[in-house]
């Protein structure tokens, strides 16, 4: 799964040390993985159901060595205190099959990560529920390595204003900006370098935003950041 560092302007638990947290949370995933698969395997043979065959989860066994060129040595911090993210989930002993298995256990750890990008161990954001439904997020948090950092429309501070930005992937070849063009199924987007686009659905049109625009204001105040903290990462 990509780790999901900042969340719009959301506390996030990397913010208070993000050399310990971005390899925490693949060694907390490998240990809950483990027990969960481990349980749903008893369970089945108390049943007296045939285990499934040998099975490999390469994704789990990622070592997070570019994030070690970008950033330098780790830093180990004490152990936080995880015991509430150690409970397997109810859910996972239902599941039918190693598959069904495995996409509950991502659900259940959606959760888990919305909670590290909305509260450290003391103090906590009021999270718009709308975040748990988001597909999106959804999509970058569960189809991409643990070494896929995600920063998802993040709110950032250039000088002394506020500034929302585009979805930021940090991956193990460069950092993406991305921005999505919304528009109705079979309609047609019409690009430009103006302001604005435009949405063709037969003879109605409608205007959107150019999205360059967000995306080169994205551009910049990335590569400010990596500028003077001394990164050099291709955007």
């Known amino acids: 799964m990509g780790q999901l560092l900042k969340l719009r302007d959301y506390i996030s638990r990397y913010e208070t040390d993000v050399y310990h947290y971005v390899p925490e949370f693949i060694r907390l995933k490998q240990w809950q993985w483990e027990q969960a698969k481990a349980r749903w395997e008893a369970?089945?043979?108390?049943?007296?159901?045939?285990r499934e065959p040998g099975e490999t989860w390469d994704f789990l066994l990622d070592k997070p060595s570019w994030w070690e060129r970008l950033i330098g040595r780790?830093?180990?911090?004490?152990?936080?205190?995880?015991?509430?993210?150690?409970?397997?989930?109810?859910?996972?002993?239902?599941?039918?099959?190693?598959?069904?298995?495995?996409?509950?256990?991502?659900?259940?750890?959606?959760?888990?990560?919305?909670?590290?990008a909305s509260s450290t161990m003391t103090h906590i954001s009021f999270v718009d529920e709308a975040w748990y439904g988001d597909e999106r997020l959804k999509?970058?948090?569960?189809?991409?390595?643990?070494?896929?950092?995600?920063?998802?429309?993040?709110?950032?501070?250039?000088?002394?204003?506020a500034v929302e930005l585009e979805t930021i992937l940090l991956t193990p070849a460069?950092?993406?900006?991305?921005?999505?063009?919304?528009?109705?199924?079979?309609?047609?987007?019409?690009?430009?370098?103006?302001?604005?686009?435009?949405?063709?659905?037969?003879?109605?049109?409608v205007k959107r935003v150019n999205p360059v625009i967000s995306l080169r204001r994205t551009e910049g105040i990335v590569s400010d950041i990596f500028r003077r903290h001394g990164v050099e990462w291709p955007i």
Not at 44 to 49: E, L, M, P
């Open 74 to 116: 780790w830093r180990r911090g004490p152990e936080p205190e995880m015991d509430e993210e150690r409970s397997p989930a109810p859910s996972l002993s239902r599941a039918a099959t190693l598959d069904e298995l495995k996409w509950q256990f991502l659900d259940d750890l959606f959760e888990l990560q919305l909670r590290w």
């Open 174 to 205: 460069a950092a993406w900006c991305l921005a999505f063009v919304e528009g109705e199924p079979d309609n047609v987007v019409i690009a430009s370098t103006g302001r604005f686009w435009v949405e063709r659905a037969g003879a109605d049109t």
């Open 139 to 161: 999509y970058f948090l569960q189809r991409f390595p643990d070494t896929y950092l995600c920063f998802y429309r993040p709110v950032a501070a250039a000088g002394k204003a």
């Open 43 to 50: 369970e089945r043979d108390a049943d007296g159901a045939r």
